[in-house]
Structure formats: structure tokens, C-alpha cells
């Protein structure tokens, strides 16, 4: 190499990069405790009782407390951000539909996939372009418990 270090950054990808149809699958998954759910339930200003009495939770239909869906979806986004959009986002536009199948309950993992479904160059800004992605998380047995359709402004590749 000539005396010279290679250096690689750690980034997502850039426009160019997502193809329409990949999965990709993000790891690790993150387990979530009471703590967890207690911290992002008051830190949110979300005083449920499904979230943060243990008593009243137990007599209600799932049994317990559940992991604040909030708590679910940011988590799911975010596991995403080291693979795809590190440093190569450059706003979040919107999502078009979140649905929760299964409920999260302390203890649980959130797994988390992306699924890439389109991708268009913008028409207004240079340089730049849409995807359209859709995360879905899943436990630790395989119930989906988060779905999330997201578009995000992505830059394209710089010219060096």
C-alpha cells in the first residue's frame, strides 16, 4: 500500500445504493426491560397504566405490562440507522402507515428486517432522492409485532 493506511467510515448507503425488493436484516436485536419501558413511558410524558402498573395490567387481556408501542417503533427505526442511513440521510419525510400485530413484553427482543420497496431521484432537490422502506420487527419467536412504511430523502454518492 505504499506506506499509505486504507481508511474506511462507517456509513449507510447512499441513494444509488438501495435496490427495490432487498432485505436486510439488522443486528443485534435489543431486549427490552421494565426499566426500559418505565424510562421511555415517563421521559414521553405517556402515563398509560398498560405501560406502568403491574397490578392493573395483570387483569387486563395480554396479562401484563406491555413495552410502550413508541418505544417499539423508534427502536425499530433506529436498529436500522448503522446498516442503511448513517450519515447518508437527509430527512426523514414521513411514514405512511405503522401497524403493532403482537404485543412487546419486558424480556422480549425486537429483531428487525427492511425491506427496500422504491426509490425515485427527487425533481426538486439535486442530488438527492426518495426511498420508500418498510421495517418490521419481530420477537424473539418470530411474531411480528411492528410494521413501519417510511420514506426518507437519501443523499446521492458525492462527487469526489
Do not use: C, K
Not at 27 to 47: H, K, V
Not at 124 to 141: A, D, I, K, W, Y
Amino acid at each position: 500500500m505504499d506506506g499509505e493506511e486504507r481508511v474506511v467510515t462507517q456509513r449507510g448507503l447512499w441513494f444509488e445504493e438501495f435496490e427495490p425488493g432487498v432485505v436486510y436484516r439488522h443486528a443485534p436485536g435489543r431486549t427490552f426491560g421494565e426499566a426500559d419501558n418505565t424510562l421511555f413511558s415517563t421521559l414521553t410524558m405517556n402515563p398509560q397504566a398498560l405501560h406502568l402498573d403491574a397490578d392493573w395490567s395483570s387483569r387486563q387481556p395480554f396479562g401484563a405490562r406491555l413495552i410502550n408501542s413508541m418505544m417499539t417503533l423508534a427502536t425499530l427505526v433506529g436498529l436500522s440507522v448503522d446498516q442503511l442511513t448513517q450519515g447518508t440521510i437527509v430527512a426523514n419525510l414521513g411514514f405512511s402507515e405503522v401497524r403493532f400485530p403482537a404485543p412487546m413484553y419486558a424480556g422480549d427482543t425486537l429483531l428487525a428486517q427492511t425491506r427496500v420497496l422504491a426509490t425515485r431521484p427527487s425533481a426538486s432537490r439535486p442530488g438527492e432522492g426518495v426511498v420508500t422502506l418498510e421495517h418490521t420487527g419481530h420477537n424473539q419467536h418470530g411474531a411480528v409485532t411492528a410494521v413501519a412504511v417510511r420514506a426518507v430523502m437519501m443523499r446521492m454518492t458525492p462527487d469526489e
